[in-house]
């Protein structure tokens, strides 16, 4: 039955992915490649290139495509669903249960104390960000568009729907 | 209607604006939900994020998910999760398969290297927006003193930040409530404004 196999190769990448999308892209490429065969290193790493240059969740739009591919729209929707829903109805349960409890001062202090671990592990997405940025297109273009983006967010007020539309077009043609 | 309209909308332009896999789009939730809509507080969004972290699989549609759900039950769920990864996952099957090979992109690799950059100014907003809350709340002593080891634990001893979240989170739990917490409440009250 090919949906229950497509339905484990990406239940399992999702419910051993800590870390978000990115990090279960080697545990698909697990599924998908090594195990199953349905596609090689080669295709696998063509479709993740693609995937990567596109905006969206990454590990969503393999899940997708590498569904579709094997199993046509029902077979993505299978690998979507396997991908995104044991998570999703995980997180729903625990918060539930924590806002029945929110005005316990216990709940009000797991807010505060996890707040400057969500702090470094924003900051340290932002340096790899511009870590990664450094690496592709160099200091001075990186600089410029930081400065440039900064300022339209945070003293313009611009939402960032137009500053990623025009950096996509200065990208587009000048990078 | 206009609510599931709201939804989608909100999601749908996470889903094509965010360069850069999942957690490029978590400054963009946050500019929706927390700035746009006011679906939910600061507080809210920070504990999401933080269980969001502890948990495995996608953030992007953990976050959709559970956001699409508070607003407005199961049908919100369904919306947010589908308007953050449609559009995309349907442009990618369309372009793989009506080009045999992806090479030469150049423009397209040049359009994502220009939006990098502007994810992390972003994501630095936030994280400074996140830290100056913490301030706040706890005070900058013990917030910095906490900002330090969270990094060295993080960074050096490359511990798995889902364990530490889970740490704090079962300190908080068994740690004695003290009679009352003088002054910080009412800086929080105003917190969540």
Known sequence: ?175 | MKLQWNIFVAFFRVGILGYGGGPSSIPLVHKEVVDKYKWMSDEEFGDLLALGNTLPGPIATKLAGYIGYRVSGVLGTINAVLATILPTIFFMILLLSSLSSIKGYDWVQGMTAAVIPVVGVMLAVLTWQFIQKAGKGMGWVPTGAMLVVVFVLLEFFNIHPGILIGVLLFLAIVKKDRKKKKKHLSEREGDSS
């Open chain 1, 1 to 175: 039955m090919i949906y229950w196999e497509i339905f484990l190769a990406f239940f399992i990448p999702g419910i051993l992915g800590y870390g978000g999308g990115p990090a279960s892209i080697p545990l698909v490429e697990n599924e998908v490649v090594s195990r199953y065969g349905w596609m090689d290193v080669q295709q696998f790493s063509e479709v993740l290139a693609l995937g990567n240059s596109l905006p969206g969740p990454i590990a969503t739009k393999m899940a997708g495509y590498i569904g579709y591919e094997v199993g046509g729209p029902l077979g993505a929707f299978v690998g979507v669903f396997a991908t995104v829903a044991p998570s999703l109805i995980l997180i729903i349960i625990l918060l539930s249960i924590l806002y029945k409890y929110k005005d316990s001062p216990k709940v009000k202090r797991m807010t505060l104390y996890v707040r400057p671990v969500i702090g470094i592990l924003l900051g340290g997405m932002a340096w790899r960000f511009f870590s990664e940025s450094y690496v592709n297109i160099g200091l001075l273009q990186t600089a410029l568009l930081s400065v440039i983006s900064y300022l339209l967010m945070e003293k313009f007020k611009l939402h960032p729907a137009f500053v990623i539309g025009g950096a996509l077009v200065y990208g587009g043609f000048l990078l």
